[in-house]
């Protein structure tokens, strides 16, 4: 099967079905090519960037091959506004002087190069290209074939649909023979929508956003995660695509239009050929801004004439596709790759593009760019004075501007960059704040390079600090697509992480595991090669780690099922899970890390389909936890159940004996009935407004509401005008032996288009066997709203009795994620909870007697999802389009210390 491809029409008439002819053997048309490919939006002030092209382009008629040459092409530029509603520029033919933009020749591309084609049914069967031509020239070869072809089987219908290979794929694409109001005018239409109609679609795409479609879909592509995606991958179900289609976020169509004269009944001469692709990207519905890529391109017939020497291809290769070639190929998991080419400049864009400065000019630009953006930081730009004026600098300086001077660096400058960064004095607020700008950018811009020299700094111990350690780990994977060399340098860390002293310091030991798992994940993305995958990169070495645990060893079990839950779709973590949510493990382990196993099973399971299969035998099961029930309930909720298990738990609910399991329930069909902003909960509220009314009919208790009480609910908003919501869910889980809840998670959600959810970030807190007194005096403590000195001594100093039953351990659990993954965590038991109050009890003691003046100066950065999406455009360059919002938020100032706990803090924000 061809994948990518299109190509150029010939009819010939040598089938036996009736078909017509648009081209005449031994003849040589001449049209004159104008196109255009340009960028713009039309929403605020209507403009556009881009490039013009014009040429001859000659095709020769050779049996059923097509030789195809193009000549005199010139080119032009142009970057301008233009009115509203108007073109930015004029076509020749159209004798109108365009003063905004000259035609020069063109050099480069095609130009003075022949390609050839054979035909089947007016459709392209395979291409001959000059092996020695550049890759760009060679696609926009590609992509004229495309617009060429025609079938030519159809013409007896008014409409009809083929299915065609072209530079995006291969494409079902819909016909149209329309008559004009002359009788010897005929005209040929011919549109794809590439996203709904194409199969093997050749795009490329970064989304470190987390987020998905409903019904198995991501990213608008068929999850093939799901029977009913492994079905769709071999062969696409038309009712079913049409289905789940969404324009929004993109939308990518082509339409040519072939103009003919009929000559003879069924032979026709094409007198010009226009098309134009279009890729929308409108990420907030109508009233958003909305970026437009266009290619057109026209074909003016100037001659038709015998054909004397036929054309030849230099130095042809023949290809039977027309698959768009990307210039940095496809990189598998475990492309042979060694650590120096892993250390070598790579380009931001699959396209291959990258800044032609030296390494040394994008040094010195990087170190001036990142001082001129401290520089605008701290001076302070009031948005009410010079709205306009301010809100330009702010854009012309703003930290995504920085990020270019990070993607073309290679290993050794950036090494470099490092040296000059850490060898700045940080008591000068001007050389602190630039270095903690280039740390928080380095993982950011997402390189190979930048990786290595993240796990450099980790190894070296070069930020002296824990939890900044810990931080800059994290986030890497977030940003980077990884192969199997980058992860086994991570690896080493992890290796080196039960011997190297700073590395078990406690938030670096848990980041260094977390990230690697996240990184092994987003490694392993390729269904076909996935367990192959997670076999060669350590997970069964995790899975040995956790087997190797007494069942009582609280903090490194949580941790380990918290690493399996980033790991996420291993089939071999998928049994060991199953095996412990089930109670079929050979140990036993209590309700807590088995709530954990559910939590991490989770995603795969839904993927899979198989969400009610696994969990809810387990919420039906009376003689389990309820905090494991709840946990089960919760995971199916998360997509859509039948209505069958709808009415099962809800019958089942009736005649429930744990208070705690009922009132959860109950609530949670409150807020599926109540709550309908979440795109994949649109049947799940309805089924929910149905059931919850018989339920009350057969209550026997009364949910609550209050403190304590195992429920959940959410605050949600939407933004109809943008098309996005959000949401803040919370889930408390109760407890039989106390009046204080045993866990506390919440969610918060963002939804977009009205198709797809994310979640923005998560914290989970569970506290066992602590004291009510301790629980009460850490609410009050934390949710007053203002640091109160005396009753953090209350709680240091005279309520020190952690435990609630002295005999059971306390044990504290605090878990933080960001896009659904695990970024931070902390597991304590109460003789570590009483270890660290009575450090803390003595660390006030001493700041009691200080008298000084503390300064601080720290920056961080605040960062949302990346999106980058790529594809050809029927002109045959690539188009990309790049979304990211990072912001660096600077603390700087100082506290003064006077005696007892007494003091004044002097900050300012920027």
Same mark, same amino acid.
């Given at each position: 099967m061809m994948k990518g491809s299109t190509g150029l029409i010939v009819v010939l008439c040598l089938s036996t079905t009736s078909s017509i002819s648009i081209w005449e053997e031994g003849k040589e048309y001449h049209f004159l090519e104008e196109s255009a490919v340009h960028v713009g939006t039309n929403d605020l002030d209507s403009s556009a960037s881009g490039m013009r092209m014009m040429s001859d382009v000659r095709i020769q008629v050779a049996v059923n091959k097509l030789v195809v040459s193009i000549d005199n092409m010139q080119e032009a530029h142009y970057s301008h506004s233009f009115p509203q509603g108007g073109w930015p520029y004029m076509l020749m033919q159209e004798k109108v002087k365009d003063p905004k933009s000259k035609y020069i020749p063109s050099v480069g591309y095609e130009n003075g190069n022949t390609f050839s084609i054979m035909l089947e049914d007016g459709l392209v069967s395979n291409i001959e290209l000059p092996e020695g031509l550049s890759v760009n020239g060679k696609n926009m070869m590609r992509a004229l074939a495309s617009i060429l072809q025609m079938d030519i089987t159809g013409h007896e219908m008014e409409m009809w649909t083929r299915k065609e290979r072209s530079i995006h794929g291969e494409c079902d694409v819909e016909y149209a023979f329309l008559k004009s109001g002359q009788a010897e005018h005929k005209e040929v239409s011919k549109t794809v929508s590439h996203i709904r109609d194409c199969v093997k679609r050749n795009f490329k795409m970064f989304d470190n956003s987390g987020a998905y479609s409903c019904n198995g879909v991501r990213d608008d592509i068929y999850n093939i995660m799901t029977p009913k995606g492994q079905e769709m991958s071999d062969e696409k179900h038309d009712d079913v695509a049409h289905t789940m289609y969404r324009p929004e976020p993109i939308h990518s169509t082509s339409m040519t239009t072939f103009q003919m004269k009929e000559l003879a009944p069924e032979k026709y001469k094409v007198e010009k050929i226009f098309s134009a692709g279009a890729v929308v990207i409108q990420r907030f519905t109508e009233e958003g801004v909305t970026h437009v890529t266009l290619a057109n391109r026209t074909l003016t017939l100037v001659e038709v004439k015998d054909m004397d020497t036929l054309r030849t291809v230099q130095n042809p290769k023949t290809f039977n596709d027309l698959e768009f070639e990307w210039m940095e190929g496809n990189t598998v998991w475990n492309a042979p790759i060694g650590v120096e080419g892993l250390k070598k400049k790579?380009?931001?864009?699959?396209?291959?593009? %990258?800044?032609?400065?030296?390494?040394?000019?994008?040094?010195?630009?990087?170190?001036?760019? /990142?001082?001129?953006? =401290?520089?605008?930081?701290?001076?302070?730009?009031?948005?009410?004075?010079?709205?306009?004026? %301010?809100?330009?600098?702010?854009?012309?300086?703003?930290?995504?501007? +920085?990020?270019? !001077?990070?993607?073309?660096?290679?290993?050794?400058? +950036?090494m470099k960059l490092k040296s000059f960064y850490f060898g700045l004095m940080t008591d000068n607020d001007m050389d602190k704040s630039v270095r903690d700008v280039f740390l928080e950018m380095l993982p950011v811009s997402g390189t190979w390079p930048a990786a290595l020299v993240v796990q450099e700094i980790v190894m070296n111990n070069d930020l002296k600090s824990d939890m900044e350690t810990a931080r800059i780990l994290t986030s890497i994977p977030f940003h980077v697509e990884p192969v199997k060399a980058l992860v086994e340098q991570f690896f080493l860390l992890v290796l080196q992480s039960s011997s190297t002293p700073h590395l078990q310091y406690p938030f670096t030991k848990s980041a260094i595991d977390l990230a690697y798992a996240h990184l092994v994940r987003t490694t392993c993305r390729e269904l076909k090669t996935q367990q192959e995958c997670f076999k060669a990169l350590h997970v069964e070495e995790f899975i040995n780690r956790f087997d190797a645990l007494a069942v009582d060893d609280h903090a490194n079990l949580n941790h380990l099922m918290l690493v399996f839950r980033n790991f996420r779709e291993s089939e071999m973590l998928e049994i060991k899970l199953k095996s412990i949510i089930m109670n079929k493990s050979p140990k036993k382990y209590d309700s807590a890390l088995k709530t954990q196993a559910v939590f991490a099973l989770a995603k795969r399971a839904i993927r899979q389909g198989l969400e009610t299969e696994y969990f809810l035998p387990v919420f039906l099961n009376r003689n389990e936890d309820h905090e494991v029930r709840i946990a089960a309930f919760d995971m199916m909720m998360r997509v859509t159940p039948t209505t069958t298990t709808m009415n099962k738990i809800m019958t089942y609910m009736i005649y429930e004996t744990d208070n705690e399991v009922f009132n959860y329930v109950y609530t949670a069909f409150e807020k599926f009935a109540t709550q309908c902003n979440e795109p994949c909960g649109l049947v799940l509220n309805k089924n929910a407004k149905y059931f919850i009314k018989y339920w009350k009919q057969h209550m026997w208790q009364k949910p609550k509401y209050t403190i304590g009480v195992s429920k959940t609910f959410s605050n949600s908003f939407t933004q109809e005008k943008f098309g996005y919501s959000g949401s803040v869910e919370v889930h408390t889980i109760g407890s039989h032996k106390a009046t204080t809840p045993l866990s506390i998670m919440m969610d918060v959600r963002s939804q977009r288009y009205h198709h797809v959810t994310m979640q923005a970030f998560g914290m989970y807190i569970r506290m066992e066997g602590v004291a009510e007194k301790v629980v009460e005096k850490i609410k009050e403590f934390v949710f007053s709203?203002?640091?109160? !000195?005396?009753?953090?001594?209350? +709680?240091? !100093?005279?309520?020190?009795?952690?435990?609630?039953?002295?005999? =059971?351990?306390?044990?504290?659990?605090?878990?933080?994620?960001?896009?659904?993954? =695990? =970024?931070?965590?902390?597991?304590?038991?109460? %003789?570590?909870? %009483?270890? /660290?109050?009575?450090?803390?009890?003595?660390y006030l003691n001493q700041v009691r007697n200080m008298q000084d003046i503390f300064k601080f100066n720290k920056h961080f950065r605040l960062g949302w999802d990346m999106f980058l999406y790529e594809q050809p455009t029927d002109f045959g360059v690539p188009m990309a389009y790049a979304s990211g919002a990072n912001s660096i938020l600077g603390l700087l100032g100082e506290v003064r210390k006077d005696t007892g706990l007494q003091g004044e803090v002097d900050f300012r924000m920027h």
């Open positions: 790579e380009s931001f864009f699959y396209n291959g593009y %990258t800044m032609d400065e030296t390494q040394d000019a994008m040094m010195e630009a990087n170190k001036v760019n /990142i001082k001129k953006h =401290v520089e605008e930081m701290h001076h302070f730009h009031d948005p009410s004075q010079h709205k306009d004026e %301010t809100i330009q600098k702010l854009h012309q300086n703003g930290i995504q501007k +920085l990020l270019p !001077f990070f993607h073309g660096l290679n290993y050794d400058s +950036l709203g203002k640091f109160e !000195f005396e009753k953090l001594k209350e +709680l240091l !100093f005279t309520n020190m009795n952690i435990r609630q039953r002295p005999t =059971v351990p306390a044990k504290l659990d605090f878990v933080f994620m960001m896009r659904d993954n =695990v =970024v931070l965590e902390y597991h304590l038991v109460d %003789t570590e909870i %009483t270890g /660290i109050m009575a450090k803390l009890r003595d």
